[in-house]
């Protein structure tokens, strides 16, 4: 039987919240990725950077902002090479500077799209997407995109019931 896999990136540490900055154990990302865990038993990968992004988060936005404009593909930890035994694939990000995070961009080249089905989610401090979807296409490309799920960072602990109903659609 075919299952369901969420690849997604979450940085715990300190982040911002309407303004104020906040230290998080768990990133926003994760708590939607675990929800999608509960709902459809998917397996969980998460992309994580070999150097971790800095805690701080002003030297945090500086390091990702470098590594957009030089087009980076940071090298992570564990790669995933194969995802022939999954037909749907949700993948799941913050919204840094418009798009992905680089550690993403790392792992997706990586993988072979075609014929599956791909759901993404985003969490953001305003601007949703961005760009992402037009770069979500190229990195999945031969997959189906479906409709995307937007949730507020500061918001991930009170939208449980939505993800279950956008897993439905
Ligand atoms: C490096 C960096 C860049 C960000 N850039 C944006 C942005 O361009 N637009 C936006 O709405 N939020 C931006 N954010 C806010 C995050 O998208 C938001 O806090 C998200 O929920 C973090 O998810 P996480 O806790 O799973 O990492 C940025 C955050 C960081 C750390």
């Known amino acids: 039987m075919m ?6 990136f979450s940085r715990s540490g300190e982040n ?3 303004g104020v900055l906040k230290n998080i154990e768990k990133g926003n990302t994760e708590v939607i990725a675990e929800y999608i865990q509960e709902f459809t038993g998917a397996d969980l990968f998460k992309v994580e950077p070999a150097v ?14 470098k590594e957009q404009q030089n087009d980076a593909r ?3 930890k564990e790669s995933l090479e194969d995802i022939s035994a999954y037909d749907t694939i949700y993948i799941g990000f913050p919204n840094w500077w418009g798009t992905l995070p680089m550690p993403m961009w790392t792992q997706l080249e990586k993988l072979d799209f075609s014929g599956k089905t791909v759901k993404p989610f985003v969490t953001h401090e305003g601007s949703g997407f961005g760009s ?13 995109i479906e409709n995307g799920l937007s949730i507020p960072g500061a918001n991930v602990y009170d939208v449980k019931d ?3 109903s956008w897993i439905k659609e």
């Open 162 to 164: 939505t993800v279950e």
């Open 52 to 65: 971790e992004y800095p805690e701080d988060y002003m030297e945090c936005i500086d390091v990702a902002k």
């Open 132 to 144: 992402s979807k037009r770069d979500l296409a190229k990195l999945c490309s031969g997959a189906e």
């Open 3 to 8: 299952s369901d896999l969420v690849i997604y």
């Open 74 to 76: 940071p090298e992570i």
């Open 16 to 18: 911002y919240f309407g």
